[in-house]
């Protein structure tokens, strides 16, 4: 159980630290014609709104599978 509740927390503290990272500092591979300053490595709206997905599906499915 501990090693489950690592595992799970570790992976949280990884998201989060990325995030944090990403949010504090520009992605080197934004130079160009076209770089925005600001501009950080993972679009964040994408990642929420694939979550959202993700979550709606998740739901559908446990709804799908208890009605049996």
Known sequence: MRL???MIL???ML???VYI????STSTVAN???AQPGRTI???DVAATD????????????VKISEK
């Open 10 to 12: 570790g992976a949280a």
């Open 42 to 44: 993972v679009n964040w």
């Open 4 to 6: 489950l509740l690592g």
């Open 51 to 62: 979550w959202e997905a993700l979550k709606v599906s998740a739901q559908r499915n446990w």
């Open 32 to 34: 160009g014609q076209g």
């Open 21 to 24: 990272y990403d949010s504090m």
């Open 15 to 17: 998201i989060a630290g």
